[in-house]
T-cell receptor, first 116, second 116 residues
Framework: GNSVTQMEGPVTLSEEAFLTINCTYT??????LFWYVQYPGEGLQLLLK???ADDKGSNKGFEATYRKETTSFHLEKGSVQVSDSAVYFC???????????????WGLGTSLAVNP | EAGVVQSPRYKIIEKKQPVAFWCNPI?????LYWYRQNLGQGPELLIR????????DSQLPKDRFSAERLKGVDSTLKIQPAELGDSAVYLC??????????????FGPGTRLTVL
């Protein structure tokens, strides 16, 4: 079945450091891929998305590229800030026309702590 | 545009008591989801509605959990009786699912349930 695997946390960085959070997936067809972020005490927010191979999603300085050949969707940011401290979830949605099953498949989440 | 609204934000109850959570999705969204999120984990889908119909309730513990979505808008999730292991954050999400589109879900802030 479909699955998402994220790198385990917690990840601790200093402000302005480079961030990579790895995400790989297993799926049939061409799923859509998402990164969600959950700030402390808040609900999940969509950070960025990509719906087809080679698409690059970007938002708030974060980027992720949909790599079909490596089945990956790694999250990157060139210079993290303290305010980026949160839990990041990678998720996939089954390929369109995959019938009636449209649930998101979630990774376990990666906690990021950025120190000043 | 208003986001997904949930209430209450916090609830503390004694075990064996009933509890109910309410969700108002984004206007026009045809699909509504209830998730449970345990500490340090990703969301676990409990039930998914498309309009008024529950199309995926395979993960809902039907002996004590029930849900309804009258008129295809608001939804209520109930637990009766609650057990200690039900302590978690209950998230509601909604999306506008089109046959040719991807599934972008919008989340509410969640209800944090503590069962004593």
């Amino acid at each position: 079945g479909n699955s998402v695997t994220q790198m385990e946390g917690p990840v601790t960085l200093s402000e302005e450091a480079f961030l990579t959070i790895n995400c790989t997936y297993t799926a049939t067809g061409y799923p859509s891929l998402f990164w969600y972020v959950q700030y402390p005490g808040e609900g999940l927010q969509l950070l960025l998305k990509a719906t087809k191979a080679d698409d690059k999603g970007s938002n708030k300085g974060f980027e992720a590229t949909y790599r079909k050949e490596t089945t990956s969707f790694h999250l990157e940011k060139g210079s993290v800030q303290v305010s980026d401290s949160a839990v990041y979830f990678c998720a996939l949605s089954e390929a369109k026309n995959a019938g009636n099953n449209r649930k998101l498949i979630w990774g376990l989440g990666t906690s990021l702590a950025v120190n000043p | 545009e208003a986001g997904v609204v949930q209430s209450p934000r916090y609830k503390i109850i004694e075990k064996k008591q009933p509890v109910a959570f309410w969700c108002n999705p984004i206007s026009g969204h045809n699909t509504l989801y209830w998730y449970r999120q345990n500490l340090g984990q990703g969301p676990e889908l409990l039930i998914r509605y498309e309009n008024e119909e529950a199309v995926d309730d395979s993960q809902l513990p039907k002996d004590r959990f029930s849900a309804e979505r009258l008129k295809g808008v608001d939804s209520t999730l109930k637990i009766q009786p609650a057990e200690l292991g039900d302590s978690a954050v209950y998230l509601c999400a909604s999306s506008l699912v089109r046959r040719e589109g991807y599934n972008e879900q919008f989340f509410g802030p969640g209800t944090r349930l503590t069962v004593l």
